[in-house]
């Protein structure tokens, strides 16, 4: 069955760092992009990161310097490391398979996982 699951959220405090998994099931996900994406309440969903077939990597602005993405094909895992953690990086945190990268048509992730939850908070 076809399944993105993310997991590795929670509390953290300012500051502090915590690494996101995204893990596939039911396919190759070699074969695709991945994009990690989040949306905190009452705002628009943004892509923070996106990891091509290839191995570049996209950064947004606001986490650069700071969140970094990366891909384990034998484990069937992408990652999205993240350090210095602000409160505004509160949100819920989306993984999601796509042909190539793209930061203007969200269409073209066409499997999403349920999301994960991360609180940064003192």
């Known amino acids: 069955q076809l399944q993105l699951v993310e997991s590795g959220g929670g509390l953290v405090q300012p500051g502090g760092s915590l690494r996101l998994s995204c893990a596939a099931s039911g396919f190759t996900l070699n074969y695709y992009a991945i994009g990690w994406f989040r949306q905190a309440p009452g705002k628009e969903r943004e892509r923070v990161s996106c990891i091509t077939r290839g191995g570049n990597t996209n950064i947004a602005d606001s986490v650069k310097g700071r969140f970094t993405i990366s891909r384990d094909n034998a484990k069937n895992t992408v990652y999205l490391q993240m350090s210095s953690l602000k409160p505004e990086d509160t949100a819920i945190y989306y993984c999601?398979?796509?042909?190539?990268?793209?930061?203007?048509?969200?269409?073209?992730?066409?499997?999403w996982g349920q999301g994960n939850q991360v609180t940064v908070s003192s």
């Open positions: 999601a398979r796509t042909t190539v990268c793209s930061n203007t048509n969200y269409n073209l992730y066409d499997y």
